[in-house]
Each structure stands twice: as C-alpha cells, then as structure tokens.
T-cell receptor, first 113, second 114 residues
Framework: DAGVTQSPTHLIKTRGQQVTLRCSPK?????VSWYQQALGQGPQFIFQ???????QRGNFPDRFSGHQFPNYSSELNVNALLLGDSALYLC????????????FGPGTRLTVT | AQKVTQAQTEISVVEKEDVTLDCVYE???????LFWYKQPPSGELVFLIR??????QNEISGRYSWNFQKSTSSFNFTITASQVVDSAVYFC???????????FGQGTRLTINP
C-alpha cells in the first residue's frame, strides 16, 4: 500500500521564477492538503482540495495556487518566487469530509536563491 | 482563533530518562481534535495520536503516554525510558470540528543522548 508520495524531493529556483510541486495521495484517499514548513517552524496550512476544488485556504497570497486531478493527485504552483518561499512543502492526504487522520508525504524542499 | 503553543523549543536528555513534551492550545470551539506528530530528520510527519475534545482519558501506547486536560487546555506527551531512536522534532496540532486543516505548534526538538 503506497503512502503519500511527493516530487521532486529537492528543488532550487531563482527569485521571480515559477514552480510546480506534485503529490499523489495514499491509496483510498480523495482529499489533499498542502502545508508550508519554514525552517524551525511548524507547518502552516496553505489549502485543501476535495473533488477537484479548493475547499479551504489558509493565509497565503494568490501566488500560491493548486489543482487536483480526477485521480486525486494534486499540484501546488507558486508564481513570482520570493526568498521567503524557501521551505519544506508537505502534502497530506485524507478521506472525505473529515481531517480525522492526515497522512503526510516526505515533502519537497524548495530553495529560492 | 486557534493557537497551539509548545513552549519547549529544545529538550536534551540521556537515554532511559523519562521526558515530557508540553502542549497548550487555544480554541473557542467545544468540539475539536488534538494530535501529536513526530518528524524525524527525513522530514515526513508521522502520526502518533489523535484525541477528540470529549475524551479526556489518558492514553498509553508502549513507552508513549498522553495526558489531556481540558481544564488547563493542555495535551502533554510523555516518553518513558527514552531511546536514541526517539530523537526527532515533535509537533502538537489542533483541528476544530469541520475545519479541514491542522494548526501546528512550533515543535519541540528532542535529542536523546546515548
């Protein structure tokens, strides 16, 4: 039973560029949430996708956008990268209407130079 | 507003000592969930436990135990007879009913020295 997978593992980008991160949920899960974890901090909720729609959003600017595909996988897009976007981006999957248990992937480490 | 506070930034103990990680939360909801996650150096958050606000019974799982006290809004985590493999960053998190998101504390870095 595959868990949550994310790609790529590491990424280095330059300020102003755009980046796309990918996530495949755990088998049987249909909900994907994205979190940003800056160094030394706890994860911060970016948004959640369910039934291919953004269901809830945290306090992040519109530069952060996402998408969910019919197979429940998801992408996180960040435009006009800033140095402060450097962080570990975590994807979590769960089922249906609750967040009772979210299973996290290994994350994508994004470095913006 | 929801908030989780883990006042201990770093803890270092010698193997076999008992250690308690503190977690204090704030919420206006009467129905909510509390969680503990472990984050080893690999980065992946590993789920440890979930508690709902109506269940204040303490829980024990092997060397791990959790003490939930609504009166003090605390959900503390104790590791008994710590081992080097317990070294990690531990996060406490809160979710209000139907909120669809987790609110995490700042984390406590636990180092178990041999």
């Amino acid at each position: 039973d595959a868990g949550v997978t994310q790609s790529p593992t590491h990424l280095i980008k330059t300020r102003g560029q755009q980046v796309t991160l990918r996530c495949s949920p755990k088998s049987g899960h249909d909900t994907v949430s994205w979190y940003q974890q800056a160094l030394g901090q706890g994860p911060q909720f970016i948004f959640q996708y369910y039934e291919e729609e953004e269901r809830q959003r945290g306090n992040f600017p519109d530069r952060f956008s996402g998408h969910q595909f019919p197979n429940y996988s998801s992408e996180l897009n960040v435009n006009a990268l800033l140095l402060g976007d450097s962080a570990l981006y975590l994807c979590a999957s769960s089922t249906g209407t609750g967040i009772i248990e979210q299973y996290f992937g290994p994350g994508t480490r994004l470095t913006v130079t | 507003a929801q908030k989780v506070t883990q006042a201990q930034t770093e803890i270092s103990v010698v193997e076999k000592e008992d250690v308690t990680l503190d977690c204090v939360y704030e919420t206006r909801d009467t129905t909510y969930y509390l969680f503990w996650y472990k984050q080893p150096p690999s980065g992946e958050l590993v789920f440890l436990i979930r508690r709902n606000s109506f269940d204040e019974q303490n829980e024990i799982s092997g060397r791990y135990s959790w003490n939930f006290q609504k009166s003090t809004s605390s959900f503390n985590f104790t590791i008994t007879a710590s081992q080097v493999v317990d070294s990690a960053v531990y996060f406490c998190a809160l979710s209000e009913w139907g909120a669809q998101k987790l609110v995490f504390g700042q984390g406590t870095r636990l180092t178990i020295n041999p």
